[in-house]
């Protein structure tokens, strides 16, 4: 797939000036204090995002029949929808279970040709850290870095969640020592594989009343470890947005104040509530973009949309018609458009930022339970 042709398309695309055309060209996106920027021009990123994977509940499942489809694999689906992300001014894909074993060439191309960005998930249904019987073993330590080595060479893969909403009640604090472990033997693996550096590995939180300590917890470190245990970013999957909601009401401003001073970029993981909103396909107004890409920009990295494909759970941005052959946007799909077009977000060069707040969080001060196993080395 890769060679003298899409070199030479790269060339001549560099000679009109053109953008990066191919996966091994486009400039990588580095995390520098609490935010991203792109490695090139040192322009700060900020993600425009959108959650892409049909047919999958990212929230956990312990059935041993459940299977995935990996939407990176799907060359097709790929160039089918790109002209649609362009229309949401797509910069990243929030992808949830890939297939290590399949060929991601084409899709990843199809994506960095438009200055699109990938974030994966680890796990899959049937090997994740389980919030209510959490382990990190050696069949999670395969699949995770079976999923690193696959992506590993697209210079569009900004990195991977370790975790998502492991802990989501009060009794699954315990959880986190064990997606702590994997974000370490993640980035121990991507550094002695010697691996490019810029990619980062993160955890993307639910919305729950523990989330603060997990904050903390995950962006601490013990000892003199530099920041081998640290996550890389912290997502947000957050939902208190609802309809025409406000910059107060939906507690935007407290989470705001809240990561001001994170050591590492936050973002929003996944957001988009429909909660109240009725009548089949729904009509998000979506009017949170204007404050998550108006004054929270230097604090927080934008965010993902929850989500391109519809499914059972009514998030889908999209339909695919004609035996999945074409694609037609919903009335949320619209709105979310228009209110992307109407921004222009302040950004920080990197040349111009200094971090102030490089050194990792103290512990919390209740730690996020007592783990009865020790997480095991691999
Ligand atoms: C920096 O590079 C990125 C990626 O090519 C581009 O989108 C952005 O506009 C550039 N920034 C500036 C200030 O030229
Ligand atoms: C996951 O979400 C689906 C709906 O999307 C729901 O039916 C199921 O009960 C949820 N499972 C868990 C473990 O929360
Ligand atoms: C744990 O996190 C992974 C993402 O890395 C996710 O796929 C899985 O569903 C999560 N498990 C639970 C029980 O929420
Ligand atoms: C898994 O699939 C098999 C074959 O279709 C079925 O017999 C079995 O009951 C399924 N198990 C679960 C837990 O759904
Ligand atoms: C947490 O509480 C729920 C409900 O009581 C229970 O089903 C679950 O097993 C508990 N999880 C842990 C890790 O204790
Ligand atoms: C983590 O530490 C390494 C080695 O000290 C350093 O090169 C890297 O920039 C640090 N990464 C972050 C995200 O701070
Ligand atoms: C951000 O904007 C909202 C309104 O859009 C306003 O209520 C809020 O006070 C502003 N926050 C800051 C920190 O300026």
Excluded at 79 to 107: E, F, G, M, S, W
Excluded at 140 to 158: E, F, H, M, P
Aim: charged share 20%; hydrophobic share 35%; aromatic share 14%.
């Amino acid at each position: 797939m890769k060679g003298i042709w899409t070199g030479a398309a790269a060339l001549v695309a560099a000679l009109a000036g053109v953008e990066a055309a191919s996966y091994d060209d486009i400039a990588p996106i580095e995390v520098y204090g609490q935010h991203f920027f792109y490695t090139n021009n040192g322009s700060q990123f900020l993600m425009k995002g959108v959650a892409y994977q049909q047919n999958y509940s990212p929230n956990g499942t312990t059935d041993s029949n459940a299977s995935y489809t990996d939407p990176l694999a799907d060359s097709a689906g790929c160039k089918r929808d790109l002209p649609y992300l362009k229309q949401l001014y797509t910069n990243v894909l929030r992808v949830y279970a890939i297939d290590p074993t399949k060929d991601h060439d084409d899709c990843m191309e199809t994506f960095a040709s438009a200055g699109i960005y990938v974030i994966a998930d680890l796990s899959e249904p049937k090997t994740s850290i389980v919030s209510d019987d959490p382990e990190w073993n050696v069949d999670l330590y395969r699949r995770y870095t079976g999923v690193v080595d696959a992506l590993s060479k697209y210079k569009n893969v900004i990195g991977f969640f370790a975790g998502n909403e492991n802990v989501s009640s009060g009794n699954q604090t315990a959880a986190a020592a064990f997606v702590k472990a994997a974000v370490r033997d993640t980035k121990g693996y991507i550094s002695s594989q010697n691996y490019r550096s810029t990619m980062g590995v993160g955890y993307a939180t639910a919305d729950v009343p523990t989330r603060d300590d997990l904050a903390a917890y995950f962006a601490c470190e013990p000892g003199n470890t530099g920041n081998a245990t640290q996550i890389d970013f912290w997502g947000y999957n957050v939902y208190s947005w609802c309809g025409d909601s406000n910059y107060a009401d939906s507690s935007y401003g407290e989470r705001y104040d809240f990561f001001k001073d994170y050591p590492v970029p936050v973002f929003f993981a996944e957001y988009g509530c429909i909660e109240g909103i009725t009548g089949g396909p729904t009509h998000r107004p979506f009017t949170e973009v204007q404050v998550l890409y108006g004054n929270m920009t230097d604090v927080f990295s934008g965010g993902i949309v929850y989500q391109w494909f519809m499914s059972e759970n009514n998030y889908g941005l999209v339909e695919l018609q004609d035996s999945d052959a074409s694609v037609s946007p919903y009335p949320d799909f619209t709105s979310l458009r228009s209110e992307l077009a109407s921004v222009t977000p302040t950004t920080t060069a990197r040349s111009k930022y200094t971090p102030s707040n490089s050194a990792p969080r103290a512990p919390p001060q209740v730690p996020p339970g007592s783990p009865s196993r020790r997480p095991p080395r691999p």
